[in-house]
């Protein structure tokens, strides 16, 4: 077929006006956050009904659908499922499935797709240390990856919020090995941070946080952590991660802490800053952050 000049170009125009438009899209697409799941991270404690049923909504249960558990930060996983689903069950979900596993195991492709399928994957609570010893960035980290990136809801409650950003906050203090749950000063190289599952590279999530009184420990990893957004999450509350921003839900409120000005000071043997920014964010609130 013979074509002029001028329909040749009127084809050329129309096909690069096409390709622009479906950048455009996925380019929309995605800063609306539709290519990727979200996030509903418990800072651990009590989860009361209106909690568990806002992480149902927030995830878009179907009838038919199904929730699998990850309890392999509990020492007692078995436990830790039975509680998960009672808390489910409040909310009026029934078909929910544990899947443990320890350090070396085999698993299997079914397992890996049922993980990977999952329209909503909880990770309970415990030691976070213990759950990324187990996970690594083997199979389970590759299907949590997979299902958040079909749209999946990645939900955890306080060592399962902890694993949810890229750094991590183990709950370790380096200088003071005997754990007492006290985090009494501001010091360098006492917080450890490893990494995490990095469904968020933006926030390190701390938890229990003002039940516990760990702002200490937060204001420890911001100075060092300058390029990250610390987020402390209380027990009973909740928040909701969706592309560059999140919700606080739940009872409680939420504290975030940021170092701008990149600010960090030692002198004998202790830590400070200037210019820290706190917000303290009460439920129904947005933040939002650059990804």
């Known amino acids: 077929m013979n074509l002029s000049r001028k329909n040749r170009s009127t084809i050329i125009y129309s096909f690069v006006f096409f390709m ?7 380019g929309l697409t995605a800063q609306n956050g539709n290519t990727k799941g979200k996030l509903f991270i418990i800072g651990g404690g009590e989860k009361p009904v209106s909690l568990m049923q806002e992480m149902v909504r927030t995830a878009g249960l179907k009838p038919d659908d199904y929730v699998i558990i990850l309890p392999m930060s509990s020492e007692e996983p078995d436990s830790a499922v039975w509680y998960s689903k009672q808390d489910f069950a409040s909310a009026g979900i029934v078909n929910v499935s544990g899947m443990n596993f320890s350090e070396g195991q085999a698993i299997t492709s079914f397992q890996v797709d049922s993980i990977a399928r999952a329209p909503l994957i909880y990770i309970s609570g415990g030691d976070q240390t213990r759950f990324m010893k187990i996970v690594g960035k083997g199979k389970i980290y590759q299907a949590i990856h ?6 999946a809801t990645i939900a955890g409650t306080s060592a399962g919020a902890a694993v949810m950003s890229k750094k991590m906050i183990t709950g370790n203090s380096l200088k003071y090995p005997e754990y007492t749950g006290r985090y009494p000063t501001i010091e360098p190289d006492n917080i450890e941070v490893t990494e995490g599952l990095g469904l968020v590279s933006k926030l390190i999530v701390d938890q229990h946080f003002i039940k516990r009184q760990r702002m200490n420990r937060l204001m420890a990893a911001s100075l060092e952590n300058p390029d990250q957004i610390c987020v402390g999450i209380d027990e009973s509350t909740a928040i909701v991660v969706e ?3 999140f919700r606080v839900t739940g009872e409680n409120q939420v504290i975030v802490l940021r170092n ?6 030692i002198k004998s043997g202790l830590m400070g800053g200037k210019g820290l920014i706190v917000d303290i964010l009460l439920p129904e609130e947005t933040y939002k952050f650059k990804k």
């Not at 622009?20 to 996925?26: G, N, Q, R, T």
């Not at 701008?260 to 000071?265: H, L």
């Open 20 to 26: 622009f438009l479906h950048i455009l899209s996925a």
């Open 146 to 151: 997979k299902a958040f990136s079909a749209g």
């Open 243 to 245: 592309g560059n921003k």
């Open 260 to 265: 701008p000005k990149k600010s960090r000071i």
